[in-house]
């Protein structure tokens, strides 16, 4: 099991980026997938699901904001961040919900 996420990068209070989680060496299309997140100093949080028939749902901070969706032929689960704030700033994982494994993660840097 893999996940290679990607994406992040530095942005302005504001703006927007699109994260990619490519998943390996499961049945991809079959799986919950998520999205979480660790700041400095902080706990890593869960921010979104989305499951294989695509219900999903987000974090009550990032409402309206972040939206989660999937490709499951390119076995990719994707984070379009809207209107960042400096609190979103962190390493942003993807995970398939139970598993052990977690990717490298992708650094999201929100700053002026």
């Known amino acids: 099991v893999e996940f290679v996420e990607s994406g992040g990068g530095l942005v302005q209070p504001g703006g927007s980026l699109r994260l990619s989680c490519r998943g390996s060496?499961?049945?991809?299309?079959?799986?919950?997938m998520t999205w979480h997140r660790q700041a400095p100093g902080k706990a890593r949080e869960w921010v979104a699901t989305?499951?294989?028939?695509?219900?999903?749902i987000v974090t009550d901070s990032v409402k309206g904001r972040f939206t989660i969706s999937r490709d499951d032929a390119e076995n990719t689960v994707y984070l379009q961040m809207d209107s960042l704030i400096p609190e979103d700033a962190g390493v942003y994982y993807c995970q398939e919900a139970g598993s052990p494994t977690w990717g490298q993660g992708t650094r999201v840097t929100v700053s002026s």
């Open positions: 060496g499961f049945p991809f299309s079959g799986a919950i």
């Open positions: 989305i499951s294989p028939g695509g219900w999903r």
